[in-house]
């Protein structure tokens, strides 16, 4: 991470009283080109539901700070296989000179209720929650941010989700969106299973030590980046209110809430994809529980208008957790691919 200034606060949400906690990772003008060369972008990374924003740490230690370096991300070889299932861009045809282009910041933020927002927030959590006050804080914090450079959106799972859905709400927001598995094609059976699940989570231990051992025997944490997996520990968990056991920052009656809350925003986001209008590419897990193919396929992406879709094959749903460097590469891929059609580049008016 040397090659960023990093700064931690919490801003304001969109709820009196309440916060969201975000990290700043500024680009040293040292690793770039001098002078930087071509467009600025700003790179803003949502998380998925019962988890944080330092799971995108390792993407971001490794993503290309600019089109040059494009060599720079992980090589095919280290990366799961990746093939693509719909395309409605022009990728067919001879694409125009590629538009150069340097990341000037990189943006991950905790919803309301996870990780240091959660930690920040506490006491005044309520059981009146929604995908929807994702949006509306991802906006808030975005209008104090006054960020002005082309705005990428990446999300994973319910991450994603609150990208498209901010998108539909504030058309413009961002340039473009890759959608990583999010959580919208959903029945209430599988809301039900999930809420359930995360009712009955572990969510203490004696000590820090314990719960690391806990995650590193745990066989739903095997395919997990080892990497991914320290972090999980280190920034998901804090010390209790008795100084020495440790308890997870998102509580098990947060997640599930969420989870029991998603059917309406869900069902929203998808009647209201066709309102989207930057490119979005939909990265998808061969064996993702969220997104089965072909209805997701048919029902979700075929409802963007300019968007395509590829498929990580040998991964689940957890697919950053699981595969963060094929992440990483299909960031870079898709920022590099879908700056080369141009109108998008148009400077972003301050929300």
């Known amino acids: 991470m040397d090659r960023f200034d990093i700064a931690t606060e919490v801003l304001p949400s969109s709820r009196p009283g309440q916060v969201n906690a975000i990290k700043q990772f500024r680009?040293?003008?040292?690793?770039?080109?001098?002078?930087?060369?071509?467009?600025?972008?700003?790179?803003?990374?949502?998380?998925?539901?019962?988890?944080?924003?330092?799971?995108?740490?390792?993407?971001?230690?490794?993503?290309?700070l600019e089109s040059s370096s494009m060599e720079e991300a992980p090589a095919a070889a280290k990366t799961q296989a990746v093939v693509p299932i719909l395309s409605e861009y022009p990728w067919t045809a001879a694409l125009p000179t590629a538009v150069p282009w340097h990341i000037e910041q990189i943006v991950t933020f905790d919803i309301w209720n996870h990780g240091d927002s959660a930690v920040a927030n506490q006491?005044?959590?309520?059981?009146?929650?929604?995908?929807?006050?994702?949006?509306?804080?991802?906006?808030?914090l975005l209008a104090q941010l006054q960020i002005t450079t082309p705005l990428i959106g990446v999300g994973h799972s319910m991450g994603g989700t609150v990208l498209m859905m901010l998108e539909t709400m504030r058309?413009?927001?961002?340039?473009t969106i890759l959608s990583i598995d999010p959580a919208i094609y959903f029945s209430q059976r599988t809301l039900g299973r999930l809420a359930h699940q995360a009712s009955k989570r572990r969510s203490a231990w004696p000590s820090w030590?314990?719960?690391s051992q806990y995650f590193n025997s745990n066989p739903f944490y095997d395919h997990w980046h080892p990497e991914v997996r320290d972090l999980h520990v280190r920034y998901g968990l804090?010390?209790?209110?008795?100084?020495?056991?440790?308890?997870?920052?998102?509580?098990?009656?947060q997640?599930?809430?969420?989870?029991?809350?998603?059917?309406?925003?869900?069902?929203?986001?998808i009647e209201h994809l066709h309102e989207v209008r930057c490119p979005v590419r939909f990265m998808l897990a061969e064996k993702s529980f969220l997104c089965p193919q072909?209805?997701?396929?048919?029902?979700?992406?075929?409802?963007?208008?300019?968007?395509?879709?590829?498929?990580?094959?040998?991964?689940?749903?957890?697919?950053?957790?699981?595969?963060?460097?094929t992440v990483t590469q299909q960031v870079a891929q898709f920022v590099h691919q879908s700056l080369s059609l141009g109108p998008v580049l148009a400077p972003r008016p301050r929300l």
Request: glycine content about 8%; hydrophobic content about 40%.
């Open 27 to 64: 680009t040293r003008q040292a690793c770039l080109a001098t002078p930087p060369k071509g467009v600025g972008l700003t790179l803003l990374f949502a998380h998925a539901t019962g988890f944080h924003k330092e799971l995108w740490e390792p993407i971001i230690a490794r993503l290309p």
């Open 123 to 140: 006491g005044t959590l309520t059981d009146d929650e929604s995908v929807f006050r994702g949006s509306e804080d991802c906006s808030v």
């Open 171 to 175: 058309p413009g927001t961002f340039t």
């Open 209 to 211: 030590q314990a719960a």
């Open 238 to 253: 804090t010390t209790a209110s008795d100084g020495a056991s440790v308890q997870l920052k998102c509580s098990p009656t």
């Open 255 to 269: 997640e599930a809430l969420l989870y029991a809350c998603a059917g309406p925003g869900s069902r929203w986001t």
């Open 294 to 325: 072909p209805h997701f396929v048919r029902d979700v992406v075929k409802a963007c208008r300019l968007v395509d879709a590829v498929q990580v094959k040998s991964v689940g749903h957890f697919i950053p957790m699981e595969a963060p460097l």
